[in-house]
């Protein structure tokens, strides 16, 4: 029996490392009607093959039909779910926060409450570079909210096997 539980799914998907794969792999999704929450690709160990973790919201079904879809494109050398339990998962933000001689103290001290790094610093900016969670990003951008973001990048999630598991 399946869970028809609307829930967030991590896909650790290894891929042939060419021109167009990622562009048959989004278009696969964008042809069936599904979103993408977020999409990370990268070169592996072994430059002929890259991952690409993804991110989509839906019940099992879902998950189900986006796994046979994948599993069809010739490039696709293999699927792997990202249980939280079983997986390290990180994201990556750069967030430019509007500062003076008065914000500069608070937004070093938010930076350094979560263990990010000034990156950049202008007469009237501070680049701010923080990886972890989702949750510890979000709650960062939180922080600094009422300081003034001026702009914000996120990388988007990325995924690694706990232990001795490969994903």
Known sequence: MTDNSVRRHVLSVLVDNRAGVLSRVSGLFSRR????????????????????????????FLLEQITKQLSKL?????????PHSETVMRELALIKVATDEVKLHQVLESANIYRA?????????????VTGSEDKIASLIRLLEPVGIKELVRTGLTAMGRGGGVL
């Open 33 to 60: 009607g599904y979103n993408i929450d977020s999409l990370t690709v990268g070169v592996t160990s072994d430059p002929k093959v890259s991952r690409m973790t993804i991110v989509v919201t839906g019940d099992d």
């Open 74 to 82: 010739v490039e696709v050398i293999s699927i792997r779910p990202c």
């Open 117 to 129: 790094r000034i990156v950049d610093v202008s007469l009237n900016s501070v680049v701010i570079e």
